[in-house]
C-alpha cells in the first residue's frame, strides 16, 4: 500500500489552505484528493464578489480567491489528485478512493485532513405536501446550472430559506432576467448575512417574508405555483394566511449540512449540534491524527473564516506527523443554549485559543460571558448578536488557568 | 402485426411481457408515459406479502402465495435486488390479538408456511426496537422486500432483450376488434396485435370499456410515504406491520432492500387518477403511526416523501378474465399484485393457452438480465479490472450513493433506455441519496443530453413539461 504522510481530503479553499500551511510548516510528502475535475470547491460557482475582506483587504469573486490558493498550491507544487472521490477511511487512517486512471486503491497516511465540505437541505428532509414537478431547487444547484452550465433553470420564481446561497441567488435570476417574487423565511429573522439582505433582496425589491413557509407544492410536470402561510410562534402554519402564488421554481436555501459520512467511517466523534467533528484547538478529532476544518467542521459564513482555521489544521496536523511532545490539559467548552456550539469544543494545550461561537437566536443588548464556575474569564458587551453570523473570542494562556470546563454563556437584559 | 399487445410497462404488464417472451411471440408494450414504472409500480411499499391478508379461495390468495414462492428465483434471474427479511403484524391490545390469531388461521388456510403467533417476548427479542406497548405479533418469515421499479424496468428490460418492443408515449385512446386482430391507436399511431392484455393499471376499465366491456370500474385509493436515510435503515430486520383494517394495512415500517427505512402507506379513496400530491395531514398521519410501530424512527432523517395510488377494483378481488375472444383484463391489481405479478404472469399465460394461444418456445430465450448494481457489490479487484477496460467506473457523479459515470452511461443504454433524469434515478439509484441529485443531476442531464444526442436544455425529469432548464443564459460564442 502506498504510504504519504498527509492526506486532505477536499480541494475547496479549506483544503487547500491547510495543504500550504501544512507544506510552509515542513510537509512536503502530501497530497489533495479532490473530487471535482478542478480545485476551489463551491467557491467556483459563486461568481459574486465579497469574498477575502478579512484576508486580503479586497473584495474577490469566488474563483478569484480560490485562484489565489490555487496558485500556492501549484507554486509550491502540491500534489493533488482531482476527479478523485474519497470513498473510506478507517480510523488508522487507511484512505480508499477511486477515479478513472489509478481505478480503486488506497493509500495509508499519517495525518488526514477532512475538509469536504458540506451539502445542501434537499425538499425531502423538509416533507412539503403537494406534487413532485420539475422546478425544484436547491440554490446551489440553481447557481450551478445558471453559473457554471449557462442554463436557466426558471424564470418565475420564489425562494424558501434566507440562507446566504438563496439570498446570492436571488439577485443572481433577477439580473439573469427572472421574477423573483417572494423568499420566504421559516425563522422571525434571516439566516443571512446583513450585507446580503441588503445588496440582494433590498436593492432590487424583492420582498423578504419572515415568519413564513411554503405549504404546499403544486404543478404535474413543471411547478405552477407554491402555496405559502405564515407561521406562528411555534413555526406552525396558520390556516387562514395561506396564499397562493403562481411561480415555475422553488429554490430551497434551508440550511447546509456538513458533509461527513468519510468522517464515520473513520469513527470520528461528530457534534449532534454542528454536524461535524468535536475537535480541540488544534482542529484535531477524537481519532489521533485526523483533523477537520472548513465547513464539513462547522457551516462558516465567510471564506476567510475558513481559510484561518484551515491553517491550524494545516499547522498543526504537521506537528503531529513531525511527533512533537506536548504538554497536555482537558478543558471541555459547554455552551447554555442561548449560545449553540463552540468550535473548538475543548482544549488541549495551554496556549492561545480563538474560539467560534454561533447563538441560537437574534438578541439584543447583550453579554458574553465565559465562565470557570464561579471565576468570569471573560465578558463584553454586544448590542446584537444573530445566528446568521459566527462570533469569535481569543483566550490566553492566562485566561484558561487551571479551568476543567468552561462555560460560554448569553446574558440577556 | 403483433401477436400479442401488452397496455402498461407497469409490474405486471413487465411480468406478463417477460413470461410471454420465452415464446415465438412478437410481442409489444404500450406506455402512454415517457418512461416504464411511472404508476402504482413505482410508488408502493416494496413488500412481497406472505399471504395471510386475502380472503381464502380469492385470485389474491392463490396468486400472492404463488407469487410469493416464486419471487426469489425470478429476482435472481432478473438481477434484482431481493432479501427475505420476514414480516411481523404487531398488535397493541385484545381486539388487535383477535385480529393477529385471524390472520393466522387465514394465513394457514391460504398456503402461507411456517406462520407463528409470537407473545411480546418472544416479538421484542426478535425485533428489539419494535414498539414496547406491542403485545402480540403474527411472524410471517416467508414476508420479504424487493425493489418494485427496479422488477418493473428488469423484467421489460428482459422482454426486450428476447425480441419484445416497448412503445413509450403512446397513449392507448381507442382499441377496435376486426373480428381477427385488434387495431390500437393512440393520438398519433396504430399498432396491430392479435392478442390484447390490458394491464393499465388505474386505467384499466377505461381500457376494457374500448372494448365494450363495463362489468368493472376501479378508483384510485392514495398511499403516501416518508423515506429516512439509510442511517436508519437498521432501525428494524422485519417489515412490522399494524393489524390491518378495512382500509388496508395500516401504517408499516420497513426497510428497504437498498439499505433505508420506508414509512407508510396512508389509505384515502379518491376521484382523481392524476392525483399524486401528498398531504400535511396525511405526512402527520405516517409519523405519527410509524413512531407508534417502532422506537427511534428519526424524521428529521427523512429525504423524501412520496404518493401511489393503488388501483382499487369494484369486486374486491383481481380481476383477469377474457371478457371477449383475444382480450385480457389484469384489472383492478392492489396489493398484493406486486407479491403476485410473477404467479398473475403465469396464469394469464394459462388463460391464453385456454383460449386457444399455443405457441412454439423460443430456444434462444434467456430469462436472465445482467443486475444493474453488480459493479457497487464487486470487491476492489473486480471494480478495477472493469476500471482497466472502462475508465468511466472509476469516476464517481452521484457522492451519495457512489454512482459512477460508467454505471450511469450502462444504465442509459441498457433496455429498457431511461430517457429522463427520474429515469436514471431509478435504474441506477443516482440523485437517490440524502442530498436528492442536488451536487449530481447537473452531470446526469449532459449524461442524458449526449447520449440521447438532445439539446441540454431539453433534458426533462419525466417527460412532458417536466424541463430542467429552460433556455441558455448566454448565446454560444
Ligand atoms: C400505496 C401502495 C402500496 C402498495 N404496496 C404493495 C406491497 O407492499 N406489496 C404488493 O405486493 N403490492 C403493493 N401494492 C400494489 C402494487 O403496487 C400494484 O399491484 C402493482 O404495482 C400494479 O402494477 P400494474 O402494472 O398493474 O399497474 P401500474 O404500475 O400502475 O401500471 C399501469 C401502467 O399502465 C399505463 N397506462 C394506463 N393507461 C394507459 C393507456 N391508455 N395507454 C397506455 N398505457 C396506459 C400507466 O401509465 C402505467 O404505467 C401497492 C400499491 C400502492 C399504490
Request: aromatic share 6%; proline share 4%.
Amino acid at each position: 500500500m502506498k504510504e504519504i504522510e498527509l492526506v486532505i481530503v477536499g480541494g475547496g479553499p479549506a483544503g487547500m489552505s491547510a495543504a500550504v500551511a501544512a507544506y510552509e510548516s515542513g510537509i512536503s510528502d502530501l497530497l489533495i484528493i479532490e473530487r471535482d475535475a478542478r480545485l476551489g470547491g463551491i467557491l467556483q460557482q459563486c461568481i459574486h464578489n465579497g469574498f477575502g475582506l478579512h484576508r486580503f483587504g479586497e473584495e474577490l469573486t469566488g474563483p478569484e480567491y480560490a485562484w489565489k490558493y490555487e496558485k500556492l498550491v501549484r507554486e509550491k507544487q502540491i500534489p493533488f489528485l482531482p476527479n478523485t472521490m474519497v470513498l473510506d477511511i478507517t480510523p488508522d487512517k487507511v484512505v480508499t478512493a477511486t477515479n478513472a486512471t489509478d481505478g480503486v486503491f488506497q493509500i495509508k497516511a499519517k495525518a488526514i485532513i477532512l475538509a469536504m465540505g458540506c451539502r445542501e437541505r434537499s425538499r425531502g428532509a423538509l416533507n412539503i405536501a403537494g406534487t413532485r414537478p420539475a422546478g425544484i431547487y436547491t440554490a446551489g444547484t440553481a447557481q450551478k446550472y445558471v453559473n457554471l452550465k449557462g442554463y436557466m433553470p426558471g424564470k418565475e420564481v420564489v425562494i424558501l430559506g434566507s440562507g446566504d446561497i438563496g439570498l446570492i441567488m436571488a439577485r443572481r435570476m433577477t439580473l439573469e432576467g427572472a421574477k423573483v417574487h417572494a423568499v420566504c423565511e421559516l425563522m422571525p429573522y434571516s439566516g443571512g448575512l446583513a450585507r446580503n439582505i441588503e445588496q440582494c433582496l433590498h436593492d432590487f425589491d424583492i420582498p423578504l417574508r419572515l415568519s413564513h413557509t411554503v405549504v404546499e407544492i403544486h404543478g404535474k410536470e413543471r411547478l405552477t405555483g407554491v402555496t405559502i402561510a405564515k407561521v406562528d410562534k411555534n413555526r406552525r402554519p396558520i390556516p387562514e394566511t395561506r396564499e397562493y402564488i403562481p411561480c415555475d421554481t422553488l429554490l430551497l436555501s434551508v440550511g447546509l449540512i456538513p458533509e461527513n459520512e468519510l468522517s464515520k467511517t473513520a469513527s470520528v466523534t461528530l457534534d449532534r449540534v454542528t454536524g461535524g467533528a468535536v475537535v480541540d484547538q488544534d482542529r484535531q478529532t477524537s481519532v489521533e491524527g485526523i483533523f477537520a476544518c472548513g465547513n464539513v467542521l462547522h457551516v462558516h459564513d465567510l471564506v476567510d473564516y475558513v481559510s484561518e482555521e484551515a491553517e491550524i489544521a494545516g499547522k498543526n496536523a504537521a506537528a503531529y506527523i513531525r511527533g512533537e511532545a506536548i504538554e497536555r490539559t482537558e478543558i471541555n467548552l459547554r455552551t447554555d443554549g442561548k449560545i449553540r456550539y463552540t468550535v473548538p469544543q475543548r482544549i488541549t494545550q495551554k496556549k492561545d485559543v480563538t474560539v467560534y461561537f454561533r447563538v441560537a437566536d437574534v438578541y439584543r443588548n447583550v453579554t458574553v460571558k465565559i465562565l470557570d464556575g464561579e471565576r468570569v474569564v471573560y465578558q463584553k458587551k454586544k448590542p446584537r448578536v444573530a445566528p446568521g453570523e459566527m462570533e469569535s473570542i481569543t483566550l490566553n494562556a492566562d485566561q484558561l488557568a487551571d479551568a476543567k470546563e468552561l462555560l460560554f454563556a448569553l446574558e440577556v437584559k | 402485426m403483433y401477436d400479442i399487445a401488452i397496455v402498461g410497462a407497469g409490474v405486471i404488464g413487465g411480468m406478463i411481457a417477460r413470461t410471454l417472451a420465452r415464446y415465438r411471440l412478437k410481442i409489444c408494450i404500450l406506455e402512454k408515459k415517457h418512461d416504464v414504472a411511472m404508476g402504482a409500480s413505482s410508488a408502493n411499499s416494496a413488500i412481497v406479502h406472505a399471504g395471510f391478508d386475502a380472503a381464502p379461495g380469492s385470485l389474491k390468495a392463490k396468486l400472492n402465495v404463488r407469487g410469493s414462492e416464486m419471487m426469489e428465483e425470478v429476482c435472481r434471474e432478473l438481477g434484482v435486488k431481493y432479501r427475505n427479511n420476514g414480516s411481523l403484524v404487531i398488535g397493541f391490545d385484545e381486539a388487535d390479538r383477535q385480529t393477529v390469531e385471524e390472520l393466522y388461521r387465514r394465513g394457514n388456510e391460504n398456503g402461507v408456511k411456517n406462520l407463528k403467533v409470537l407473545d411480546a417476548e418472544d416479538l421484542h427479542r426478535l425485533e428489539p426496537n419494535v414498539s414496547k406497548n406491542a403485545v402480540c405479533a403474527l411472524h410471517a418469515p416467508t414476508g420479504s422486500i424487493v425493489c418494485p421499479y427496479e422488477l418493473t424496468i428488469a423484467a421489460i428490460g428482459n422482454a426486450m432483450d428476447n425480441g419484445a418492443d416497448l412503445l413509450l408515449d403512446f397513449e392507448v385512446c381507442d382499441i377496435r376488434d376486426t373480428g381477427k386482430h385488434f387495431e390500437i391507436t393512440s393520438p398519433d399511431k396504430t399498432v396491430l396485435a392479435k392478442y390484447v392484455i390490458n394491464a393499465a393499471g388505474l386505467y384499466s376499465d377505461a381500457i376494457a370499456r374500448m372494448v365494450g366491456d363495463d362489468s368493472f370500474t376501479v378508483h384510485p385509493r392514495r398511499g403516501e410515504y416518508i423515506l429516512l436515510d439509510k442511517e436508519c435503515g437498521t432501525l428494524l430486520n422485519h417489515t412490522v406491520f399494524r393489524t390491518p383494517s378495512k382500509m388496508g394495512k395500516g401504517i408499516l415500517v420497513s426497510p428497504t432492500v437498498d439499505g433505508n427505512l420506508l414509512t407508510g402507506p396512508t389509505s384515502t379513496d379518491m376521484d382523481d387518477k392524476e392525483n399524486k400530491a401528498t398531504t400535511a395531514e396525511g405526512l402527520a398521519l405516517v409519523m405519527k403511526q410509524a413512531s407508534e410501530n417502532a422506537d427511534g424512527v428519526l424524521f428529521g432523517k427523512s429525504i423524501t416523501s412520496f404518493c401511489g395510488l393503488r388501483a382499487v377494483g369494484s369486486t374486491g378481488d383481481f380481476i383477469i378474465n377474457l371478457p371477449r375472444a383475444r382480450f385480457v383484463n389484469v384489472a383492478g391489481i392492489e396489493s398484493p399484485g406486486l407479491s403476485s405479478a410473477p404467479a398473475i404472469a403465469e396464469y394469464v399465460v394459462e388463460l391464453l393457452a385456454k383460449a386457444g394461444l399455443k405457441p412454439e418456445e423460443n430456444p434462444s430465450y434467456t430469462p436472465t438480465r445482467p443486475a444493474m448494481h453488480a459493479f457497487r457489490e464487486a470487491s476492489i479487484e473486480e471494480k478495477n479490472a472493469i476500471i482497466q477496460k472502462d475508465p468511466t467506473y472509476g469516476h464517481i457523479i452521484c457522492r451519495c450513493e457512489t454512482v459512477t459515470e460508467g454505471e450511469i452511461l450502462t444504465a442509459i443504454r441498457t433496455n429498457p433506455r431511461p430517457r429522463d433524469l427520474d429515469g436514471v434515478k431509478r435504474r441506477t439509484r443516482a440523485q437517490m441519496g440524502r442530498c436528492q441529485g442536488g451536487f449530481c443531476s447537473p452531470y446526469i442531464v449532459e449524461l442524458l443530453a449526449k447520449e440521447n444526442n438532445i439539446p441540454y436544455e431539453a433534458v426533462t425529469k419525466f417527460g412532458g413539461a417536466s424541463l430542467i432548464n429552460f433556455e441558455r443564459t448566454k448565446e454560444e460564442r
